[in-house]
């Protein structure tokens, strides 16, 4: 091996084990599933910087197998090899929302990368020549290959790694028949139902409740293994679901004796293809349920009311804000800057009460009334479920009101869906003042993605006064959804990151506007 080829191979390897870092934590956004990191890399990550700098170098390598591998040559080519590394640098020193995590499978899969990486850059050294150009050029240029290749590879150990948590959560499960385990799932609203379902029979049991997010099988089984106490009487898990079987691989491990169904909705469309699919996975957790169990669905939703209808074995109750044959109703709404206010009636005992929380909208009295049911069931007077709904706090980012130096912000930040955002306007709505919404529009939708966003823009024209819109790539739809309603042009901003709204935001606000953080996409959708 020549020095220059060695120096060649050492570049090669220490650029693409810097790029490693960032492609390791795109991979574990990505859920550590390479369809849907391949899908991140054919929109976000290959870079009209990168590909440029590509075929400079690509360029540069050819003239020099033409004209000979001269000093002049030896320092372009380095030159565009520290370029690829800048690049890298620039891309893992960007802030992230929700930075890489450095669990035991993440370094086990960045451990596989670095073989990966470690063996091209030999290969480099070598054979030189083409061959080592070859090598050297996939490590500067292809390390997403690597990362791809590298979850292959470890695949089958993590399988093992995750078959073994599981076995142990299913153990510690059955030996716990007194526990009663609800599932919650949905396409909206489930996260919410799930913290009002446990704050409200927490007036009655010990409730463990599956925190944030933690609705896939292993974010489960933590729980499960690390927190479930046998004082728990009650343990609430929500299900979450990509793609078709989610469902039904939860239910399995967690065995609930009880599901509710919030909703069904257009989130996800990019996985699941179709409404149709959607549902049919959402009813999985129903086809769960054992002979002696309970369904609560929303009979305000089309698609939950027809699965009602059609379910068979098991005892199902309705909940609902407008829908007949429902237990509970609630009367009086109220919606304002101090929360929302109304009067909930148990229609088969005939007993009314008041009551007050801090959580705003509609569609929170709609996730309350499906709690409400559930506790019912499980033998809750209504004194104490309107306690429980006295002590309701909303969830982070999930319409959660702050009051920051005399501007009301609404923060929704955590998701966004075509149900939810007209939900956030409505509650945005209700508020005096002047009202801005700041958004990058609706992701994951598939073919109806534009159609959605230009809806969406039609709400915020008839809801908001100013629009702030967070990414020139996704603007369009809603910008034309704006003017189709006739939205003024000069009230329409346009920045490339939440940095820039927050700018703008400061050059707009005065005190008693009220603003709405309306999603805020993942580091895979933005960097």
């Known amino acids: 091996m020549t020095a220059w080829w060695a120096v060649l191979a050492a570049v090669s390897a220490v650029t693409a084990l810097w790029r490693g870092r960032y492609m390791l934590h795109m991979m574990q956004l990505s859920g550590y599933r390479n369809d849907r990191y391949l899908r991140w890399w054919r929109r976000r990550g290959r870079s009209l910087e990168e590909m440029r700098l590509a075929a400079l170098w690509a360029v540069w390598t050819l003239a020099g197998a033409a004209f000979g591998y001269g000093v002049w040559w030896a320092a372009g080519w380095l030159l565009g090899a520290g370029g690829a590394a800048f690049a890298a640098y620039r891309a893992a020193r960007l802030p992230a929302k929700k930075p890489l995590v450095w669990t035991p499978r993440a370094r086990r899969l960045y451990g596989a990368y670095a073989v990966w990486t470690v063996a091209a850059a030999l290969l480099s050294g070598v054979f030189g020549g083409w061959g080592g150009l070859a090598a050297a050029a996939v490590n500067l240029f292809a390390p997403p290959l690597w990362m791809m290749g590298a979850a292959a590879t470890t695949a089958p150990w993590e399988r093992r790694v995750n078959n073994r948590f599981l076995r142990r959560a299913r153990e510690i499960l059955q030996q716990r028949d007194d526990l009663v385990v609800i599932g919650v799932t949905g396409s909206y609203g489930k996260t919410s139902t799930k913290f009002i379902l446990g704050t409200i029979l927490s007036e009655k049991y010990r409730v463990l409740v599956t925190p944030d997010s933690y609705n896939t099988p292993m974010g489960v089984c933590r729980v499960i ?287 008693g506007d009220v603003v709405l953080f309306e999603n805020d996409l993942p580091d895979n959708y933005t960097r």
């Open 225 to 511: 293994n690390e927190q479930l106490k046998p004082e728990h009487e009650v343990l609430i898990v929500e299900m979450g679901a990509r793609q078709p079987g989610d469902i039904r691989e939860l239910a399995e491990l967690a065995r609930p004796r009880i599901g509710v169904l919030t909703a069904v909705g257009a989130t996800h469309l990019e996985t699941f293809g179709s409404l149709d699919a959607i549902a049919k996975t959402k009813y999985e957790l129903i086809e769960a349920l054992p002979p002696d169990g309970l369904a609560v669905m929303n009979a305000d939703n089309d698609y939950c009311r027809r699965l009602a209808a059609q379910t068979r074995g098991v005892r199902v109750a309705l909940y609902g804000l407008e829908a007949e044959g429902v237990r509970f109703a609630a009367r009086n709404i109220t919606v304002s800057e101090e929360g929302t206010a109304f009067e909930l009636e148990d229609r088969e005992t005939g007993e009314t009460v008041r009551c007050q929380t801090d959580l705003l909208g509609r569609h929170q009295v709609l996730n309350i009334l499906g709690a409400a049911t559930a506790a019912r069931h499980l033998g809750l007077t209504m004194r104490q479920i309107a306690a429980g709904i006295r002590r309701l706090r909303p969830v982070p980012h999930r319409l959660q009101l702050i009051r920051s130096g005399g501007v009301y912000v609404i923060d929704d930040a955590f998701n966004s869906n075509p149900d939810g955002t007209r939900v956030a306007l409505e509650v945005l709505s209700g508020f005096s003042g002047r009202k801005v919404v700041v958004t990058p529009g609706m992701i994951e939708l598939g073919s109806e993605e534009e159609r959605y966003n230009r809806e969406f823009g039609k709400h915020i024209a008839r809801v908001c006064d100013f629009a702030i819109l967070v990414g020139r790539d996704r603007a369009g739809p809603i910008v034309g959804g704006l003017r189709d309603s006739g939205f003024p042009e000069d009230r329409i901003r346009i920045v490339d990151s939440l940095e820039e709204a927050t700018r703008e935001l400061r050059a707009v606000l005065r005190p």
